[in-house]
T-cell receptor
């Protein structure tokens, strides 16, 4: 199945800094989703995007659905220690995720240095 | 409102044994998805089911793996004659409808084959 290209693979930042990560695909998706996964837990939905060009915020998180429908980014402002974790992008549609299931990126590990 | 419930959380099997993983979707959700996650990897789609029907099993190995979602009771992912390469975290997700509906994940079953 197809995978999304998610970058960066990992980020080492200072508390209070802003964070930016993105995903790109060679195929179009109908929905973009961003999840966060903590160790030993399942992914938790952060933001869902349904329209090309859509910009959506959830507290300190902001995500956009690229106009070409082949990319998305996630920004986190003023990072705090509990932001540590693995962030996954996921596309939903016709691109190998299985009948409207999800195709996932490989994740961005966010590490916050004290 | 209970989330997606998976059990067991951890499962240890010897090579050649059978593994049964259970998933109860969120209340009101009739669409169930199974994903597999290897260390340091994103989630890979395996199978998509609605009540009593397998809709898409394109991500599932052809042999030893099967899934069901009966009219009553949880969805079951069954792995026969497990091998070491089956060791992974298996996540179940559910949604209330097929399109424009984010998937909500359980906390997974971590299968270890010794």
């Amino acid at each position: 199945g197809q995978q999304l290209n998610q970058s960066p693979q990992s980020m080492f930042i200072q508390e209070g800094e802003d964070v930016s990560m993105n995903c790109t695909s060679s195929s179009i998706f109908n929905t973009w989703l961003w999840y966060k996964q903590d160790p030993g837990e399942g992914p938790v939905l952060l933001i869902a995007l349904y329209k090309a060009g859509e910009l959506t915020s959830n507290g300190r998180l902001t995500a956009q659905f690229g106009i070409t429908r082949k990319d998305s980014f996630l920004n986190i402002s003023a990072s705090i220690p509990s932001d540590v974790g693995i962030y996954f992008c996921a596309g939903q549609g016709d691109s190998g995720g299985g009948a409207d299931g999800l195709t996932f990126g490989k994740g961005t590990h966010l590490i916050i240095q004290p | 409102n209970a989330g997606v419930m998976q059990n067991p959380r951890h499962l240890v099997r010897r090579r050649g044994q059978e593994a049964r993983l259970r998933c109860s979707p969120m209340k009101g959700h009739s669409h169930v998805y199974w994903y597999r996650q290897l260390p340091e990897e994103g989630l890979k789609f395996m199978v998509y089911l609605q009540k009593e029907n397998i809709i898409d099993e394109s991500g599932m190995p052809k042999e030893r793996f099967s899934a069901e979602f009966p009219k009553e009771g949880p969805s079951i992912l069954r792995i026969q004659q497990v091998v070491r390469g089956d060791s992974a975290a298996y996540f179940c997700a559910s949604s209330p409808r097929r399109v424009q509906s984010p998937l909500h994940f359980g906390n997974g079953t971590r299968l270890t084959v010794t």
